[in-house]
């Protein structure tokens, strides 16, 4: 066995461990597939298609725990032919950075046929998610709810006495084609696009509407197909008021959410609670999470709460039956469902990024960052454009010009063994092999509002492991900076940045002018999450401190655009980072190469004094293979 430990560097967390508990998972990945004989795996009544299920489940089981726990996940794969990383999405691992879960980001995958353990202290409060992190995992079922409590918090405590009950709204875009068909289509020439997604599925059931039609000749549906029968139930009582989590688990669309008949009060986002604001429905984009009070203030019955897609002009419609308690048994029909905008309406998404306030700032430690003297802040400004790929020969997306991949080997481990090599230049200025820094600003200022064929040209700049070096306790202000793609059609993009939260202190359209444009600034009690929307021809501006040492993934939420390049890493102080545990070089220990295995490096020694904070992972098997 394999085993590595981190350390837990938040040293006043350590007499909580105390009280602490430690919440222990054992989960088992399959590939699944259902058929006409055991339809009961299809989340939509089609049969046939590929699955990753983690015990059987879509969405996978929820993680829960307070504050302070230690969680530990055991991973067993049985999956032949797929490789995995899980990624606590929305949980910093503040001084845990071997336990992120992002493949040859912070660890090796782990092989099929492995067992892998994770194990570290959960900081982060809120509504998370879990999720696979190689490739299209994810989109084939490998994702699951994340709900973390802090009984020490106020504002937490505070909005618990709001409610009287709670569920989660598990949302997803589900294609027919499993994610190995269309990661082949996307790394083709020519380009294959993935297209849409055949059902939107939520708390994993909807329907496959030919499946509902009196012919379905050529089709593979199950002799159960109903509304009643694969649409799932959310009950309530009549007088109750009910949180809902909501968690965007889509692969490429961002959705508009509404329940007929009920508005929904807004609290919480990614982890901090927020003014409370009134909506008649609600914006959410791939990899967010918000938080809901409903009140089941309408007379006993079937109320249907949908989706409709945002700023893609089609994609199937999501829908979850909201039954009250005492209501007749349903004979599901689809009528009386609510209203959405029209897809291509942005003026509800500025409605809903005009009213997220953070509720009390004083409450984060690095609220500091919103008073930092001007000069002390460092902006970068990072365009993604859509670029062909000569040398690659493929369509590609890349920020400030450079294209996204991965290496051999994971890039903390890059990052700490050129800090510590003979004669190598201190940090921030050490030479990572094998890496492509990306500038602080695209090398070619342009008009991010005209097609980019008309100024800096369709092609990209480079490719490879890319990432910005940063200092820890450096304030960094990264500004996003939407462009047209080749096809001149806008999109929306959802960046996710690892190992912190940060605070959304601004956002425009056109492109952002460093002169004028920080006037506009929220520095008061802007919200403080990890996921942030662009909007279609706009630019968000985000500020977080950087005080986690490590290596930390910043990309697109969309599967298709951050495999086709879509991001980057920061590399925070890697002369900081404890050694490496072994479990994170396994698939360069463990070589098919002659003359690459690195047997010394397996030794990680923990300092005493943070045994007790101690994090892990552990790899159980043979070879850990990427794909």
């Known amino acids: 066995m394999l085993i590595f430990k ?19 998972y054992t989960w088992t990945l399959k590939p699944r597939r259902a058929q006409a004989k055991d339809p009961s ?40 032919t797929d490789t995995l990383a899980l990624h606590f999405h929305g949980l910093t691992m503040q001084g845990q ?36 992190h190689v490739s299209f995992e994810r989109a084939d079922g490998m994702q699951g709810p994340i709900i973390i409590s802090d009984p020490e918090n106020e504002d937490a405590q505070q909005l618990e006495d709001m409610y009287d009950a709670e569920a989660t709204v598990f949302l997803q875009d589900w294609y027919h084609l499993d994610g190995h068909a269309r990661r082949t289509g996307i790394d083709s020439s020519p380009f294959i696009w993935i297209g849409n997604a055949q059902t939107f599925l939520i708390n994993g059931g909807g329907i496959f509407s030919p499946c509902l039609g009196d012919v379905t000749d050529g089709l593979s549906c199950s002799d159960d197909c109903s509304l009643d029968n694969y649409i799932k139930n959310i ?45 008649e429905s609600l914006e959410i984009m791939p990899a967010q999470r918000y938080s809901v009070l409903i009140t089941a203030d309408q007379e006993p019955g079937n109320y249907w709460a949908t989706t409709s897609v945002r700023y893609r002009s089609t994609a199937p419609t999501g829908h979850i039956n909201i039954k009250y308690k005492g209501a007749p048994e349903a004979n599901l029909t689809l009528e009386g469902l609510p209203s959405h905008p029209a897809w291509d309406f942005i003026q509800p998404g500025i409605d809903l990024e005009e009213k997220l306030f953070t509720k009390n700032p004083s409450s984060f430690d690095d609220v500091d960052v919103l008073s930092a003297e001007p000069e002390s802040i460092r902006r970068i400004i990072v365009v993604g454009t859509q670029a062909v790929d000569e040398v690659l020969g493929l369509l590609r997306w890349a920020a400030n010009n450079v294209t996204m991949l991965f290496g051999k080997k994971p890039l903390i481990l890059s990052a700490y063994d050129a800090v510590g090599a003979d004669g190598a230049e201190p940090w921030p200025d050490t030479q990572v092999p094998d890496t492509v820094v990306v500038p ?24 490879g492991v890319s990432y910005i070096p940063l200092t820890e306790g450096e304030v960094v202000e990264v500004v996003l900076q939407n462009a047209l793609p080749l096809n001149g059609a806008l999109e929306m993009h959802s960046w ?42 706009g630019w968000t501006s985000i500020r977080f401190k950087a005080n986690n040492p490590g290596a930390w993934s910043f ?26 545990p072994a479990a994170a070089r396994s698939c360069l220990d463990n070589s098919l190469v002659p003359g690459t295995e690195t047997p010394d490096a397996n030794s990680s020694p923990m300092p005493p004094k943070f045994k007790a904070a101690a994090v892990a992972v552990s790899l159980v098997g043979g070879l850990a293979l990427l794909v």
């Open 440 to 463: 602080d600003k695209p090398p070619t200022p342009f008009n991010h509002s005209a097609p980019v064929q008309d100024s800096v040209g369709v092609n990209n700049g480079d490719r």
């Open 235 to 279: 009950e309530v009582e009549a007088g109750k008021t009910y949180r809902l989590r909501i968690i965007a688990g889509t692969e490429l669309v961002g959705v508009n959410f509404a329940i007929q008949g009920h508005n929904m009060t807004v609290v919480e986002v990614e982890g901090t609670v927020v003014e409370p604001f009134e909506v």
């Open 496 to 537: 996710h940045l690892h190992g912190h939260s940060f605070y959304v202190v601004g956002f425009g359209f056109g492109t952002f002018d460093e002169a004028t444009d920080p006037d506009s600034y929220n520095l008061e009690n802007p919200v403080r999450r990890d996921t942030v929307t662009v909007l279609p021809g």
């Open 6 to 24: 981190g350390t837990k560097v938040a040293l006043a967390s350590l007499a909580a461990l105390v009280e602490s508990k430690t919440v222990e």
């Open 97 to 132: 950075p071997y336990t992120d879960g992002t493949a040859m980001v912070t660890q090796c995958a782990s092989g099929p046929m492995q067992t892998q353990v994770y194990e570290f202290i959960v900081d982060d409060s809120g509504t998370h998610y879990w999720h696979g």
């Open 555 to 580: 990309h697109c939420t969309q599967p298709v655009h951050a495999m086709m390049g879509m991001g980057l890493t920061f590399i925070t102080s890697p002369d900081k980072l404890e050694s490496p």
């Open 41 to 80: 795996l299809s989340p939509d009544c089609n049969l046939e298609r590929l699955m990753l299920l983690v015990n059987d489940q879509m969405p996978g089981p929820a993680i829960e725990a307070n504050v302070g726990d230690t969680v530990k996940v055991t991973m067993v794969n049985e999956s032949p």
